[in-house]
């Protein structure tokens, strides 16, 4: 079973399981500020579960590589969404700052 890093806990999954679900599942935050509220629950269209992934994931989707071309994303950046990253390896989990966690400074990190 793949094991998933973030928030200094480190978590067994299945094979393709939903990175977003796996988070919210084990009680990590996946999202900053307001976006708790406003988060588009999964379905990939408003970009704040951005993150940086490490390891073993599914290839970008179309909907992870759309939202991800518009500000204040973009494409070249080693940000995924959770939502639409699936897990089939060990993985570690980054998230930074900002609403969309599009930020500079490290919101949480994979050890804490």
């Not at 978590?11 to 935050?29: F, H, K, M, Y």
């Not at 390891?55 to 939502?83: Q, Y």
Request: charged share 20%.
């Amino acid at each position: 079973m793949p094991k998933v890093k973030a928030q200094g806990q480190t978590i067994e999954c299945d094979v393709g399981a939903n990175l977003r679900g796996v988070l919210l599942q084990n009680g990590i935050d996946l999202y900053n500020g307001g976006a708790k509220l406003i988060n588009c629950r999964g379905i990939g269209s408003c970009g704040t579960c951005a993150v940086k992934v490490e390891g073993e994931v599914s290839a970008a989707n179309w909907r992870d590589k759309a939202r991800r071309s518009l500000p204040p994303h973009s494409p070249t950046t080693e940000l995924r969404l959770a939502c639409q990253t699936e897990v089939l390896g060990d993985v570690r989990v980054t998230k930074y700052d900002g609403f969309w966690g599009q930020g500079s400074q490290i919101f949480w990190t994979p050890e804490g």
